[in-house]
């Protein structure tokens, strides 16, 4: 398995406070991304990185921040929690195989906002 | 990038072959087909990918058709382990950003 971590794996927070997720990982590779899973809306992208410092947003990228000061840490903030960002939140990264960069995800966040 | 169909749901006996299908009739040439697969309540796991030629790793196997117009997925000795929801994605090639389109994929069920 891709040696990706994420923290915290569960977390219960208020509307309004900030909530920072960590992605960690070992392999090196240059892609990460942050998706969210929500039932009847599958995974979708909230933002992705192509290097240190290199950000850009995905299809639902509203109240969301991310950051990534080293190859192996993405960080993404709620910068104030919603109920409707109640969801799962999976990172991912990928690397140049051949043109293939095929993505290895991790285990996942389940994030409650009450 | 092309969309795929999927069966919604397939059932498999414990160490028989399940063999999954997936239309992408719309396939272009610098697309290539990838297979995930999700257990519940984990991460999106990958399986494989394929341009045109068949391919196999140590998890499963993947028959394009000539046409590439459709694929399927073989796993040959299924286990209860391989219960979970199978996407058929098509991705454009050296496409280095950009999300997967998951769509609802095939909810497989191995019985023992």
């Known amino acids: 398995d891709a040696g990706i971590t994420q923290s915290p794996r569960h977390k219960v927070t208020e509307t309004g406070t900030p909530v920072t997720l960590r992605c960690h990982q070992t392999?090196?590779?240059?892609?990460m991304y942050w998706y969210r899973q929500d039932p009847g809306h599958g995974l979708r992208l909230i933002h992705y990185?192509?290097?240190?410092?290199?950000?850009d947003k995905g299809e639902v990228s509203d109240g969301y921040s991310v950051s990534r000061s080293k190859t192996e840490d993405f960080l993404l903030t709620l910068e104030s929690a919603t109920s409707s960002q109640t969801s799962v939140y999976f990172c991912?990264?990928?690397?140049?195989?051949?043109?293939?960069?095929?993505?290895?995800f991790g285990p996942g966040t389940r994030l409650t906002v009450t | 990038d092309a969309k795929t169909t999927q069966p919604p749901s397939m059932d498999c006996a414990e160490g028989r072959a399940a063999n999954l299908p997936c239309n992408h009739s719309t396939i272009s040439g610098n697309e290539y087909v990838y297979w995930y697969r999700q257990i519940h309540s984990q991460g999106p796991q990958y399986i494989i990918h394929?341009?045109?030629n068949n391919e196999t790793n140590e998890m499963a196997s993947l028959i394009i058709t000539e046409d590439r117009k459709s694929s399927t997925l073989i796993l040959p000795h299924a286990t209860l382990r391989d219960t979970a929801v199978y996407y058929c994605i098509v991705r454009s090639w050296g496409r280095s950003w950009g999300k997967l389109q998951f769509g609802a994929g095939t909810q497989v069920v191995v019985t023992p």
């Open positions: 991912a990264i990928s690397e140049d195989t051949q043109g293939a960069y095929e993505q290895y």
């Open positions: 392999e090196n590779h240059r892609y």
């Open positions: 394929g341009l045109k």
């Open positions: 990185s192509y290097g240190v410092k290199d950000t």
